[in-house]
Structures are given as structure tokens and as C-alpha cells.
């Protein structure tokens, strides 16, 4: 379609609009999946209500005053005038053609300037032929006046989503570079009270020290860019769309696969041969939950693994060939688990699947054992006239921190670190 200067800008401004409120969107969902804020909401329906601006003067800025080709020949049929063979609709540009290509379905100006192309080239190819095997020896082929116009959405099979990440409850950093996290050290917690001195009454109580100190938590950056041609953004209707959708998968996959990262420094370990029984399966997760208890006071909440280890727990049966964790009817079963579902339920505890953990090793643990922070950039972009492009970035900071479970004792006994996950694996 021919594009004039003020299509051209508004076109681009509604999609500069529509990038704006998806990353909105996107911040609020990976923000532990809150609602919108009253701030966002207000964003939200400026940029729709500007968007619906935009769109009435679309409107009116493509409409096509051009006859087509059924009325044009009526017209001369009418007046009696010979109407010479059409040629069709005559685009300026190749970005007007594919413009035209892609909005067949949805736009009925389009489908009729394509649509006159094509029959204009038909009937130049019945007289012609299609290639020069079927025609006189001075025709060439045609290959070149062939399009094959967009089959539904782009297919993208990679995976995304940060389940794991998002499992670990992530609370919002106050700034990009780190926080502190305090917390109490006391080496005489299990000796500190005792009997009165000589057992007498009004004699000294024993009395120790504790100290409450502050762990520093630094922040790691993670994203990523890319430079855009203006002509890009023309010549693909959505382009801009389908780029920071595709900078924000990243981004999610590289958290994703940062905290795996982060529990496989788990130094507390459940054997469990890949050859195991379903008594011995399910005594490895007790195991498990028991180990995270002793090393936080609190029970697990969650087990990560990925989808080799979900289909093992999932297949796992005992003696009788009943299978440990059913879909239907989980009578006398530990949990229920559906090869249709990633929400299983083994032994009581939530499941997490994650594509991040490619083995079937398990990771068990809690909110006390872990923790995680992120801080979200608004997404950046910046207009460099010199070069006709556009550079758009997305990136956020990050960080976990694993308490530790035992303080140094004051014998030199070192503390214990990183024993707040447990690894269930052979």
C-alpha cells in the first residue's frame, strides 16, 4: 500500500505503544504474577485510548480512492469506451506488495489491490504461458512474479517462561546493584542456657553473646539488544512486536537457567540411583524433606526438576505395577501426577518443572533456604538518525542468597553454607 508520511509515523508510534504496554504487562506477570498497580493501569488505558486515536486516523489516512477493476470495467463498458488490458494496481515499492500479502485476510482495500495484481498476471499467463517450457520460445519463466503469501503465526519451539525463577517467590530489589541481608549469628545457641551456678539460688545465670550481622547480596545485570533499520520497521508490518517479544524469551530463559545455577551449588545430597524402586524413590524424598527441615525449621515447599525427571516420577510404580503417583483415583498413593499436566503433586510438596534442569537430577528446598531479587529496566530504545535505526534493549539485575544454616563455632568449626536446598540425584 502506498505509505504517505503521516501513515508512516503514526503507524510507527502505534507500535511504539503497543511494545510499551506488553512490557507493562510482562513486568507485572514475572513480579510473582501481581495485579496491576494503579500506576500501570492508568498507563494502560492512555496508550489504548491513544491507540484507538490512531487507528481513526488510519482510517482516513489509507483509504484508496482507486477504482477497482470490476467497477473501472463497467465504467468503460458504460461509456463505450475500450478498456485496455489492466496491468493491476501499480505498487511503488516491495513493501507495499508483501503490506498487501500479509493483510489479505483482514483488509478488504488490500485483498483487492493484490488480488488485481494477480488476475492482471493471469491473464497475461494464459496467452503467455508460466515458464518456457509451455509457451513460445521468447517467453522467460515467471517465478519472480510469484508470491506466497503468510500461513498463520510466526512458530517459535523454543521454550521460555521461568518457572523456576518465579517458584522462588523473587521480591522486587530496590536498586540494580545490591542489598544487604541481615541476619543473627549466635555460636552458643544450643549452650548458651544452662542451671545456675552451683545450682544455688540467687547465683549467676550463664550468659553468651549473639550478634546480628548483615550479609552483602551483589546483583548481577543480565540482558540484551539489537539495532534496528527503519526500513525493517516499514517493510514488516509487527516487526518491533515480534523483536522485544523475543529480547524479553531471553531474558526469562537466561533467570531460568541463572537459578538452576544457583541450586546446583547445593552441597546437601540425596543418592538416588537412576535404577531405584518406588520404596526407594520415596524414601529419597523424605529424605530430602527431612534434610531441609534440620537445615532451615521449615518444610519444603516446593521440588524442582525437569521434564526427565518428571517423567520418572510419573512412571515410577511399585511391586504390583500400580504406578506411585496415579492420575485418577490416588487411593493409598503418595501424590497424583497426569503426563497431560506439569502439575504434579509427589508426596505433598508442589512440583516445579523447569526445561532449565536437562537431567533428572531433583532439587528440594524453601522460601528460608533461598531467596531471590530482581530489579526490572524499563525497556530502553534510542533513535539514531545517522544510520536510520532504531537500538532497543531489555535487561534486568538479579541475585540469590542462601543463608547459612550452621554459624562458625567458636572452636573454628566452620559454618555450614548452601545447605538449605537439597539435591536428590545419583
Not at 284 to 305: C, D, G, H, Q, R
Amino acid at each position: 500500500m502506498p505509505m504517505d508520511a503521516i501513515s508512516s509515523k503514526l503507524i510507527q508510534e502505534r507500535q511504539g505503544l503497543i511494545a510499551r504496554a506488553e512490557g507493562i504487562k510482562q513486568g507485572a506477570y514475572e513480579d510473582n504474577q501481581r495485579d496491576l498497580v494503579d500506576s500501570e493501569r492508568q498507563a494502560l488505558g492512555n496508550i489504548q485510548q491513544r491507540i484507538r486515536g490512531i487507528d481513526e486516523q488510519l482510517t482516513l489516512t489509507t483509504t484508496d480512492y482507486q477504482l477497482n477493476a470490476e467497477t473501472a470495467a463497467r465504467i468503460a463498458a458504460f461509456s463505450g469506451q475500450q478498456q485496455l488490458p489492466s496491468e493491476g494496481f501499480q505498487y511503488r515499492t516491495a513493501g507495499e506488495v508483501l503490506y498487501d500479502c500479509l493483510h489479505q485476510g483482514a483488509d478488504r482495500q488490500a485483498r483487492e489491490r493484490f488480488q488485481s495484481v494477480l488476475q492482471a498476471q493471469t491473464r497475461a499467463a494464459e496467452h503467455m504461458g508460466t515458464s518456457s517450457g509451455a509457451t513460445v520460445a521468447t517467453a522467460g519463466g515467471m517465478p519472480g512474479l510469484v508470491i506466497t503469501p503468510v500461513q498463520g503465526p510466526v512458530i517459535d519451539l523454543a521454550w521460555g517462561g521461568m518457572p523456576l525463577f518465579q517458584a522462588l517467590n523473587p521480591s522486587p530489589a530496590t536498586n540494580p546493584l545490591g542489598w544487604s541481608r541481615p541476619r543473627i549469628v549466635d555460636p552458643y545457641l544450643d549452650t548458651a542456657a544452662g542451671p545456675q551456678a552451683g545450682s544455688k539460688e540467687k547465683a549467676e545465670l550463664p550468659s553468651k553473646h549473639f550478634d546480628v550481622t548483615a550479609d552483602e547480596v551483589k546483583l548481577t545485570t543480565l540482558g540484551n539488544y539489537l539495532n534496528i533499520s527503519i526500513q525493517l520497521e516499514t517493510f514488516v508490518a509487527g516487526s518491533l512486536d515480534i523483536i522485544v517479544g523475543q529480547l524479553n524469551k531471553r531474558l526469562s530463559r537466561g533467570l531460568e537457567k541463572a537459578s538452576v545455577a544457583e541450586l546446583a551449588k547445593a552441597t546437601k545430597k540425596i543418592t538416588l540411583a537412576a535404577s531405584a524402586s518406588a520404596s526407594e524413590v520415596l524414601a529419597a524424598i523424605y529424605a530430602a524433606s527431612a534434610a531441609v527441615f534440620t537445615a532451615t525449621n521449615e518444610l519444603p515447599s516446593w521440588l524442582a526438576m525437569g521434564p526427565l525427571g518428571w517423567a520418572r516420577m510419573g512412571s515410577v510404580s511399585d511391586l504390583a505395577g500400580r504406578p506411585l503417583f496415579p492420575t485418577l483415583n490416588p487411593a493409598n498413593a503418595s501424590g497424583t501426577s497426569s503426563a497431560g499436566s506439569f502439575g504434579a503433586d509427589v508426596a505433598g510438596i508442589r512440583t516445579v518443572i523447569t526445561p532449565g534442569i536437562t537431567d533428572t537430577t531433583m532439587y528440594m528446598g524453601n522460601g528460608a533456604g533461598i531467596e531471590a531479587a530482581v530489579y526490572r529496566f524499563p525497556m530502553l530504545q534510542a533513535v539514531e538518525p545517522s544510520v536510520l535505526g532504531r537500538q532497543v534493549a531489555v535487561a534486568a539485575s538479579y541475585g540469590f542468597y542462601q543463608p547459612p544454616t550452621t554459624e562458625a563455632g567458636p572452636s573454628g568449626t566452620p559454618a555450614a553454607k548452601n545447605e538449605g536446598i537439597v539435591v536428590i540425584a545419583p
